[in-house]
């Protein structure tokens, strides 16, 4: 079987420089599992590494789309698989670092993406929803109706990701099945990897306060004028890429719907939800070896000695 690493954990935890580390004691090529990452132009909000910090480690699944071009769970699945074969034949180790839970369980399941058989059904309804999420207050109506069908998956999802929202409604409709129990059934699956997967945390505290400080940094930085200059292009606001975290939020202030203070409070806020909703998603994996920080005194080189000895008892490294 192949090797695979995946380091994971909630934003702003630390993963990248540690995962650049991880990759040149491993002999690594890093596979970025982060949904908004792929996009060009999308650099601040993203908080996506510079090629100056990367330490001469091969980045995938970076810059590699515009911003005004669809990307999903299945597309990031059949680009991945492709990437780890070669990598493999570099005679490397391929590391999926990202917080995108469900890119990584793509993969590391090989998640199946079949959907119901009656396209044109499925298509009216879709077409129904999309009419909904455009009306006034439409988001939340569709979100509301998920939680009636499925719960447990609504608990993870915002409301402003509109298309799995949607995804998952229409997943219902034509199947009569949950999202959450479609989800369960393939973390069942055997993975065809010999893998590790880690999952980084810290005290709530720790993160939140990582996260502000994040988010002060990107304002500094010139999120706002990046945001500008992607409304310049006249993207779709319902396009994948405008409902990420930092974005939507500034959106909204530059249309005058919320204050510039508003917009970062906001942006706080969410991201912390989002956070919280990414370690909820983490915990009802199978297989995840979790390694807390504050544990190791928040010191990245026992945090990455820990992460190799448990690697070495299983692999030769």
């Known amino acids: 079987m192949e090797k695979l690493v995946v380091l ?21 090529e890093i596979i970025s599992a982060d949904s908004m990452q792929v996009y060009r132009g999308m650099d601040i909000g993203t908080d996506k590494i510079k090629e100056s910090a990367m330490g001469g480690v091969v980045h995938h699944m970076i810059d590699i789309l515009d911003p005004s071009e669809d990307f999903n769970a299945f597309e990031f699945q059949k680009r991945a698989k492709v990437l780890i074969d070669e990598i493999h034949s570099r005679g490397h180790i391929p590391i999926l670092v990202g ?27 879709k077409d129904e929803l999309y009419k909904i999420a455009e009306e006034d207050g439409g988001l939340s109506k569709l979100h509301k109706m998920l ?5 447990e998956y609504a608990a993870v999802l915002h409301e402003n990701n509109v298309k799995r929202v949607i995804r998952a409604l229409c997943f219902n409709h034509d199947t009569g099945e949950k999202m959450s ?34 988010i002060d940094k990107m304002m500094e930085e010139g999120l706002e004028d990046e945001v500008k200059g992607l409304m310049a292009l006249n993207i779709d606001k319902n396009a994948t890429s405008m409902q990420a975290l930092g974005y939507r939020e500034m959106i909204s202030y530059l249309e005058g719907e919320i204050t510039r203070d508003e917009a970062v409070e906001l942006l706080k806020k969410n991201t912390r939800h989002f ?17 807390d ?10 945090v990455l000695a820990e992460i190799l000895r448990k690697i070495s008892e299983r692999w030769e490294i």
Do not use: C, M
């Open 293 to 302: 920080k504050h544990e190791f005194g928040r010191d990245d080189n026992r």
């Open 99 to 125: 917080g995108t839970g469900f890119y990584i369980q793509s993969v590391l399941y090989d998640v199946d993406f079949s959907t119901s058989e009656d396209e044109e059904e499925s298509d009216a309804y």
């Open 275 to 291: 956070a919280k909703r990414q370690l909820t998603w983490f915990r009802r994996e199978k297989t995840v070896t979790w390694i």
């Open 181 to 214: 129990e479609h989800n369960k059934n393939q973390r069942e699956n055997t993975s065809p990897y010999d893998f590790f997967y880690f999952v980084l945390t810290d005290e709530r505290e720790v993160l939140y306060k990582r996260i502000e400080d994040r």
């Open 147 to 151: 939680e009636d069908v499925d719960p």
């Open 8 to 28: 994971t954990g909630p934003t702003a935890v630390g993963k990248s420089k540690l995962s650049i580390e991880l990759a040149k004691k491993l002999k690594g």
